[in-house]
């Protein structure tokens, strides 16, 4: 009977070290967090957070909140994510916003060209988001239409096929490779996400 007791004592030492190691490990990871968000937040520029565990992507200025989108759905693939700020490369989309060139009127025309601005329904609502360390965050809207569902079926297959090979791939080589698939609740949520975002913006994935 004593040998039992023991024994049961044994194991709740074990798992309330355990325990003790994962809260102290989640304090330390947290802690990171704050303090690589604090470093972004001291300077003037805007920066994201891309909160996996809450379902949601945030932009801030000075540690304030300007926006916030409700991610509906979300898929990974490759690495685990890395802790430290990222960097926004570049952004991609199968049709991406253009700008008309304007010609400058002749001297003797009293005509003024138009001024080619572009607007929030210009900008596309099916992008990827290239980061740093091999990173590449897809965002799609939910589909609404039957021309949308067409074109998220048709995304379906590469993040399914193309995007595990290339995971493969880049593991043989031993290079470091992520994919997040993110769905916004709307075309309108998406299409606001890409004209917020610009090349060399800075932030955090909360995995």
Known sequence: ?????????????????????????????????????FAL??????????????????????????EEWRIEKLHRWGDALPLGALTLEKKSALF?????????????????????????????????????RGISVYVRPKPQSFLSKAASLGHSLVW??????????LELRQKSFAAIEVRLTDTKKARALYWALADGTKGIILP
């Open 96 to 132: 991406p916003p253009k700008r008309f060139k304007i010609k400058p009127a002749d001297e003797e025309s009293a005509d003024t060209p138009e001024l080619d601005t572009l607007e929030l329904k210009d900008m596309p609502s099916a992008f990827t988001l290239y980061l740093d």
């Open 1 to 37: 009977m004593r040998k039992i007791v023991l024994f049961v004592l044994w194991i709740i030492l074990v798992v309330a070290a355990v325990g003790s190691a994962d809260e102290y490990s989640e304090l330390a990871r947290e802690n990171r967090l704050l303090k690589e968000e």
């Open 41 to 66: 937040a001291r300077n003037p520029g805007l920066y994201f957070i891309f909160d996996l565990k809450n379902k949601k992507i945030l932009l801030k200025a000075r540690g304030m909140l300007l």
């Open 160 to 169: 399914y096929l193309a995007v595990p090979m290339k995971n493969l791939w």
